[in-house]
């Protein structure tokens, strides 16, 4: 751990579900001490999750909260507030994704938090941000892909909107969460103090709709449904191939006589279409006489035959597929890990690591406040008989296990 970037760092994770524990995940996997706080009895909402492991844990828990510690606390008790005003001395970062309002309410607003650490640096991942007329406002993953313009521009133009693959709202949003964690870090060291920063998933997703605003902002046009096809570029779209699997082609105009080669087009279709821009006027022909030579290759002589000429593409793999492919298994992309009830079980790691560095080591996920007694014992120096007598009040909880 020692070699590790954020070594000596301590988050306090109070968030739950997806964002902000993704986040903290990635800055566990990178060397920071991660402290996950729980409701004492159930956990985070996560840990009821489908799917279930045989033993009963959830899958879904596991992949977004390994390499952490857990504390199981009442924070709606003054004896479990006071406890975690004890412990913001000795942590860096707190991570929390309560509706605005919700910590302050606690007495765990920020004036609170840096009243007790000066240092803090506090991240607030919500949904609308801490202003606006919808701060107050509850949301998850596919309420903000629709509300931001999303899901209208995913799916195919015959069909109706669709959400993406992956929960994209919260993953993106776990992103800028640990931007803010590593840029809050950075103003600490240049100004001497912490600072609030202010995540909403609704902001994320607008940051995503750059490239289509520009056609909206350019011309006054909604962008739209375009399935597997680049609204800029042609080709770029997956090809359906003879023995039915797709294979997707991004052809520049670098590589469209290439993409000729390969696909033996006549001559006047190669200079019929020898720009993007004339590519993308005929569009429709275009795809039609593609798609008409691609369902003649089986897909791996496809693939292979287009990468010989250096043109872009690649198939369209399972989730199986691409964990288990070559360069996966090279870049350490899954890693496994040991827990103290479901025995073996993997989960896909950090992708950011120094050059040279292998792959980031994973510690399962932590039981229901099976950290409790290190972490309040360690931290606050609190005895056995004092963490009894909290365990007993309820308080906090230490077995480990949700009810």
Same mark, same amino acid.
């Given at each position: ?25 990635? @800055? ?6 991660? +402290?996950? !706080? #729980?409701?004492?009895?159930? /956990?985070?909402? %996560? *840990? ?36 975690? @005003? ?6 860096? +970062?707190? !991570? #929390?994704?309560?509706?605005? /309002?919700?910590? %302050? *309410? ?46 209208? !521009? ?250």
């Amino acid at each position: 751990m020692s070699g590790k970037p954020l070594s000596g760092v301590r988050v306090l994770d109070l968030s739950r579900v997806l964002a902000g524990p993704l986040a903290t995940q990635s @800055l566990a996997e990178l060397g920071a001490d991660v +402290i996950k !706080v #729980e409701r004492t009895g159930t /956990g985070d909402e %996560s *840990r009821s999750m489908e799917p279930r492991l045989p033993g009963g844990e959830s899958a879904y828990f596991f992949a977004v909260n390994r390499t952490k510690q857990s504390i199981a606390i009442d924070l709606k008790s003054e004896s479990g507030r006071m406890l975690v @005003l004890d412990l913001i001395p000795h942590v860096d +970062i707190v !991570v #929390e994704n309560f509706l605005p /309002g919700t910590l %302050s *309410r606690m007495g765990l607003g920020f004036s609170e938090l840096t009243e007790a650490n000066p240092r803090l640096v506090l991240i607030s991942n919500t949904g609308f941000g801490q202003t606006g007329p919808e701060a107050g406002r509850k949301g998850y993953d596919t309420v903000f892909q629709a509300l931001s313009g999303v899901m209208h !521009v995913t799916g195919h133009p015959d069909a109706g909107p669709a959400k993406v693959g992956v929960p994209i709202a919260d993953m993106t949003s776990s992103l800028w969460v640990m931007i803010a964690a590593l840029v809050g870090l950075l103003d600490r060291h240049r100004t001497g103090h912490g600072g609030h920063w202010d995540v909403a998933m609704m902001d994320v997703q607008a940051s995503l709709l750059s490239i289509g605003a520009a056609r909206l902002f350019a011309h006054d046009e909604d962008p739209q449904r375009t399935g597997t096809e680049h609204p800029g570029r042609v080709p770029s779209a997956a090809l359906r191939c003879a023995d039915g699997r797709w294979v997707h082609i991004s052809a520049s105009d670098q590589h469209w006589s290439s993409l000729c080669q390969v696909l033996n087009l006549r001559p006047s279709e190669v200079d019929r279409w020898s720009t993007n821009a004339q590519r993308v006027a005929e569009r429709g022909a275009v795809m039609e006489r593609l798609q008409e030579i691609a369902g003649t290759w089986k897909h791996n002589e496809f693939v292979d035959a287009l990468h010989r000429v250096g043109v872009p593409a690649g198939l369209v793999q399972s989730p199986r597929e691409a964990l288990t492919s070559d360069q996966a298994r090279h870049r350490g992309s899954v890693q496994s890990f040991v827990h103290a009830t479901e025995g073996e079980f993997c989960g896909i790691s950090t992708p950011l690591r120094r050059v040279g560095d292998q792959a980031p080591d994973v510690a399962p996920p932590p039981l229901l406040g099976g950290d409790t007694e290190a972490v309040l014992s360690s931290l606050l120096g609190l005895s056995a008989d004092q963490i009894g007598d909290l365990s007993r009040r309820g308080v906090v909880q230490t077995n480990g296990r949700t009810r």
